[in-house]
């Protein structure tokens, strides 16, 4: 079993940046493939970022060129560096890791509780 834990979210005017992060209880096969997933009230959950063992990511297009995964595999940890933030960027955020390379696909095994972020205008 694989436990995840977020941290860093927080409230934010808009322009501001924030940093995620996620502790893995360890990182193992399970947690080749790692995401983050965003998730605001009546709303569907959304891939933002997912990166693989190597380092390689992929962003979802409301995020690209703001966000920036990483993943420090000593430390069983993985980042979500978030910059011009955006009132629509306000969500509760999730960490998600599997063995399985689902990108952006809400399809991971292990999920952390999530971080509530909030941008304000």
């Known amino acids: 079993q694989v436990q995840l834990v977020e941290s860093g979210g927080g409230s934010v005017q808009a322009g501001g940046s924030l940093r995620l992060s996620c502790a893995a209880s360890?990182?193992?096969?399970?947690?080749?493939?790692m995401a983050w997933f965003r998730q605001a009230p009546g709303k569907e959950r959304e891939g933002v970022a997912a990166?693989?063992?190597?380092?390689?990511?992929t962003y979802g297009n409301s995020v690209k060129g703001r966000f920036t995964i990483s993943r420090d595999n000593a430390k069983n940890t993985l980042y979500l560096q978030m910059n011009s933030l955006k009132p629509e960027d306000t969500a509760m955020y999730y960490c998600?890791?599997?063995?399985?390379?689902?990108?952006?696909?809400?399809?991971?095994?292990?999920w952390g509780q999530g971080t509530q972020v909030t941008v304000s205008s």
């Open positions: 998600a890791a599997d063995r399985i390379d689902w990108l952006l696909m809400p399809r991971y095994s292990y």
């Open positions: 990166i693989d063992g190597n380092g390689f990511a």
């Open positions: 360890k990182f193992t096969y399970k947690t080749d493939y």
